[in-house]
């Protein structure tokens, strides 16, 4: 399978490498990768992989991509997604907070559709999005997402206006609402609650918790779900990328699964 991928920063390079180094699991070859303009010339400075990069979509198109994997940002979708949509070929998006708008969702659900083309959304920095989804087909009660993180990975935030985040002494609990609300305040922060959403109850239905914790040494994510099917509770601790410390490891790991698998004869 032809892998062009939109970004080739730390989450980038994670899938690279991880794709290159597991050649029994996965015949995926990456094709060609484009970043921002002004990467372009530090990132083909830097590639230590044999890949064009690029600062084109129709130069990555021409390299003729079975799917292309966004690894960028919000920005990224915005200007590429619907365009490989429209042009039959499938995305993956793992900035998946940029769906919490929904002319944004709407659009790409539209070129999907009119492309006959895929978009995937893997599981990112969370786990038990399969319990969560397999769930919402027994009927949903009610999901709470609660996101941790250390005081100050919520600095150049809104939660500054709120909090004193360099001086907090104990855990604080700074924003409480829906996932559409706290995706559009907290965009740099809303990749795991659009995740939680689009799975589970929606966007105006799933119940977010953000909490600023100074104790906190990595970004904790716990998902509540009430349903018919059962109840579950999951609490995952993500460590970073080393290359891109706001990443998380996970996130990268997930989208090169969700390759592989779109490659694979047998799928868990
Ligand atoms: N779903 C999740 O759980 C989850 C978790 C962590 C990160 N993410 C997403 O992953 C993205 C990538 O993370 P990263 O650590 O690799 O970031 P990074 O800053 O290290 O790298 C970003 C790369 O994307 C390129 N890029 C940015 N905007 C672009 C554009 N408009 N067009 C083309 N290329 C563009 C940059 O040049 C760079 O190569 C984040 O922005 C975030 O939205 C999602």
Redesign the pocket.
């Known amino acids: 399978m032809r892998i062009g991928l939109?970004?080739?920063?730390?989450?980038?390079k994670v899938v690279v490498s991880s794709l290159m180094g597991n050649k029994s699991i996965s015949a995926c070859e990456v094709i060609g990768?484009?970043?921002?303009p002004?990467?372009l010339s530090q990132?083909r400075d830097e590639n230590q992989f044999d890949l064009p990069v690029l600062?084109d979509l129709q130069a990555l198109l021409a390299l003729k991509p079975d799917v292309v994997a966004e690894?960028?940002?919000?920005?990224?979708v915005l200007?590429?997604g619907e365009q490989i949509l429209r042009a039959g070929i499938d995305l993956l998006v793992?900035?998946?907070?940029v769906l919490a708008d929904e002319q944004v969702y709407e659009r790409l659900h539209a070129a999907a559709i009119d492309g006959k083309a895929t978009m995937f959304l893997?599981?990112?920095?969370?786990g038990g999005i399969d319990a969560l989804s397999a769930a919402r087909l027994a009927g949903l009660n009610s999901v709470t997402y609660k996101a941790r993180k250390p005081a100050m990975a919520w600095s150049g935030t809104a939660a500054e206006e709120k909090l004193n985040l360099a001086e907090l002494e104990d855990a604080e609990c700074f924003y409480k609402g829906s996932a559409r609300e706290a995706a559009l305040l907290y965009p740099k922060n809303s990749?795991?609650a659009a995740?939680v959403a689009l799975a589970g109850l929606g966007f105006d239905n799933t119940s977010v918790e953000l909490i600023a914790d100074p104790e906190a040494t990595e970004n904790i994510h716990e998902i509540e779900v009430d349903a018919v099917s059962g109840s579950f509770r999951i609490s995952l601790s993500g460590r970073p990328?080393i290359?891109?410390p706001?990443?998380?490891a996970l996130?990268?790991y997930?989208v090169a699964k969700c390759l592989i698998d779109m490659d694979s004869a047998i799928i868990i």
């Open positions: 939109i970004g080739l920063g730390g989450m980038g990768a484009i970043v921002a002004e990467h990132t600062d690894c960028a940002g919000h920005s990224a200007q590429y793992i900035s998946i907070g893997p599981a990112g920095a969370v990749n795991v995740t990328l290359d891109s706001k990443t998380s996130a990268a997930s």
